[in-house]
């Protein structure tokens, strides 16, 4: 479904990633994990758009794309929920939960926004994280708490149809409750047949839904493992380096 | 995001999610329900632990335009006092057309400064494009509406200008626009040549700020906009089924009869002038643009912080330039009114406090500096509050250091009982962000 092809880029002097190549298919969750600045969020932000690499081969169902910009990444049907910059804070729950793709009754170049058929939708994509206590939707995020900051963001990715969804560290500040719901969540989407990029800072939760885990380490791939046939300690000695 | 259209669907949205949840887990629900409620009472401003009377805060909640309209009716009890003239339908007519060229100049600086930029500049748009219509209408001898055209298409030009460097090239419009300030300035003074001015005898366009439509137009228009206004506020609390409260209709209300008294008044002199009807128009499209369009919500979005509506997919360079092209425009608009009420282009049209007070305008009304937060109103009541403290002033024959120094006070005591209001609705000036001219929350 997706596939990354030697990706490069430095910021300045710091070497965030060096050719690294991963890929995801249809109906499977990649969690990418490696230490603080390895480079995931990177990674994340060259798929959808966010930044360009300084060399990149991307590939979307087997053809060679060129994600330009995150307006590309969407309509590649790329979804993401990045770790950071994911809210307009002055825009309520309905509005940021369908952020640059707000429903509308009109087409043509004034899309005439239809909020009453965003409520609906919004309190579903809340209720399946079982989000419940958000008051009142039309709050601006502002004034919500960072968890349930985090899961209007983590609802956006239920939204809509996308054939690839990258989560970068999306239960960072979830309730134990939550958490695991965003976890149903993931597993949903892999049934429903999209790839899904997870990264995670938690070994249990990668080896609860990862069917691969991918390890950066200071930018370059330290390893691929597969799920079934590898264990949270080799895991854990890759994130580190190699060393135990 | 307090407009009056978001805060009008508030009460519809406010449904606990908890409601939506599926029956399977129906044991808990019941609990869950209960402190779904203890968090909407504790969320909600204005509730009944506050120390605000219920209705001030529903006043605040209701729309920035509140303080603004308030401020207003002190302002004219205070003039009709003094002066017993401020009142008569002769004033206040001419107090209107006066604002004419202030409202569509503080319109445009509504939009750019939602984005958290600034517009400079469309004090010297106002003047050059007044200056352009001036040379095509009497030098070249276009036909009037041919010179109208030419004079917002350069407007326009000039705004798309600015956009560009600072949408693509991304130089900030403060800086921008300065330039753009001293460079239309300059072509002001390029066109208008030695002389300096240049009359404007046209009756088409003296007829911009001179005519007034008939009382009956003005009564059809004015009633109809009232009884709509009214009307939708009514249908929404039908729909939103009793989840809304009463008080939610005191804006429309009033609003209401706001129009209806405007149109009574002016027709008790010569009627709504036209260029009224003009600026009317032009607020009600930039309503409709940033309450119901996409572009329009993504403004608020971008002004809050462009990042994440970048990621999100939004065209940011595009709006950014978009509303340049619109300031400019505006400004042409401006300019249009300017040269209509002088008869004439000179080298102080659209110089002095014009940009300023467009500003000043936009900021009384309730729109931040910062971006994200506003609405067009803004612009309508700000530019009204500063015409009418110029326009009561000069009814009571004060001197011009006394007429700025009065107004300098009003700005800053304008936007201070708004900031003081809303931190004790709980609201900050500037949701998750800068704060203007205010501490903490
Ligand atoms: N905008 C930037 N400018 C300069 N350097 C950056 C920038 N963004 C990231 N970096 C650098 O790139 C490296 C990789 O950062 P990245 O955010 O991808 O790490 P990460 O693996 O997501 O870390 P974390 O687990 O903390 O989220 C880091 O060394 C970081 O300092
Ligand atoms: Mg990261």
């Known amino acids: 479904m997706l596939r990354a092809v030697d990706v490069s880029k430095s910021y300045g002097g710091v070497v965030a990633l060096d050719g690294v190549t991963v890929s995801v298919c249809r109906g499977e969750v990649l969690a990418l994990v490696g230490d603080n600045g390895a480079g995931k969020s990177t990674l994340v932000k060259i798929v959808s758009g966010v930044v360009r690499a300084d060399k990149a081969e991307l590939y979307v169902l087997g053809n060679s794309v060129d994600i330009g910009s995150p307006a590309v990444a969407r309509s590649l049907g790329i979804r993401t929920v990045h770790q950071e910059q994911k809210l307009a804070e002055n825009l309520d729950v309905i509005e940021n939960l369908f952020l640059g793709e707000e429903l509308a009754r009109w087409t043509g170049p004034l899309h005439m926004v239809d909020f009453n058929s965003m409520v609906r939708p919004t309190e579903v994509a809340l209720s399946k994280l079982r989000i419940t206590t958000i008051a009142d939707i039309r709050t601006p995020v502002a004034r919500l708490s960072g968890g349930q900051r985090q899961a209007v963001a983590v609802a956006r990715a239920t939204l809509g149809q996308y054939r690839i969804v990258l989560l970068d560290e999306p239960t960072t500040g979830l309730s134990v409750e939550a958490s695991a719901r965003v976890m149903d969540m993931v597993m949903q989407l892999r049934e429903g047949g999209c790839a899904v990029v997870l990264v995670s800072q938690s070994i249990e939760e990668v080896f609860e839904v990862a069917d691969r885990v991918a390890v950066l380490h200071h930018g370059r791939l330290a390893g691929v493992f597969a799920r079934a046939e590898t264990t949270p300690e080799e895991v854990v000695t890759a994130v580190m380096g190699g060393q135990l | ?441």
């Open chain 2, 1 to 441: 995001m307090r407009s009056e259209e978001n805060i009008g669907q508030r009460g519809a949205g406010d449904v606990r999610v908890a409601a939506a949840r599926e029956v399977r887990d129906g044991g808990q629900r019941g609990a869950q329900l209960e402190e779904g409620q203890r968090q909407a009472g504790a969320s909600r401003p204005g509730g009944r632990q506050s120390r605000v009377p219920s209705w001030l805060s529903a006043i605040v909640e209701q729309g920035t335009a509140m303080p603004a309209l308030i401020s207003l009716v002190v302002i004219a009890v205070f003039f009709e006092i003094e002066s017993h003239y401020f009142l008569t339908g002769s004033n206040l007519s001419n107090l209107v057309v006066q604002t004419t060229t202030l409202v569509p100049v503080a319109l445009g600086e509504v939009g750019v400064l939602l984005l958290a930029e600034i517009d400079l500049s469309l004090g010297s748009i106002v003047g050059a494009t007044s200056a352009i219509l001036g040379v095509m209408v009497s030098e070249v001898g276009v036909p009037w509406w041919l010179g109208m055209i030419i004079a917002l298409a350069c407007g326009a030009a000039m705004g798309a200008f600015q956009g560009a460097w600072i949408a693509f090239i991304r130089i900030p419009s403060f800086v921008v626009t300065i330039g753009g300030w001293l460079g239309f300035l300059g072509l002001q003074l390029f066109i208008l040549g030695p002389q300096g001015t240049l009359s404007i005898f046209n009756p088409q366009v003296a007829a911009l700020t001179g005519s007034y439509i008939p009382g009956g137009a003005g009564w059809v228009v004015g009633g109809a906009l009232a009884v709509a206004v009214v009307a939708r506020a009514l249908l929404r609390l039908r729909a939103a089924g009793g989840r809304r409260r009463l008080g939610s209709l005191t804006l429309p209300a009033l609003a209401a009869a706001l129009m209806v008294g405007v149109v009574a008044v002016l027709n008790s002199y010569k009627g709504v002038p036209t260029a009224f009807v003009v600026v009317m128009g032009l607020l009600f499209a930039g309503w409709w643009i940033l309450q119901h369009t996409r572009p329009g919500r993504n403004v608020f979005a971008i002004g809050g912080n462009p990042e994440p509506a970048r990621r999100a997919g939004i065209g940011v360079r595009r709006i950014r330039f978009t509303a340049f092209v619109i300031a400019g425009t505006l400004g042409a608009v401006g300019g249009l009114m300017a040269a209509s009420y002088n008869s004439s282009a000179g080298t102080l049209t659209g110089g002095g406090t014009l940009l300023l007070e467009a500003i000043g305008a936009a900021v009384i009304g309730g729109t931040s500096l910062f971006g994200g937060q506003g609405t067009v109103w803004a612009a309508l009541s700000g530019a009204l509050i500063m015409s009418a403290i110029s326009n009561g002033l000069d009814l009571m024959n004060a001197s011009s250091p006394v007429k700025y120094m009065v107004q300098g006070a009003v700005v800053l005591l304008a936007v201070t009982v708004d900031t003081l209001l809303r931190r004790r609705a709980g609201r900050s000036r500037r949701l998750g962000g800068i704060t203007m001219s205010v501490g903490a929350p």
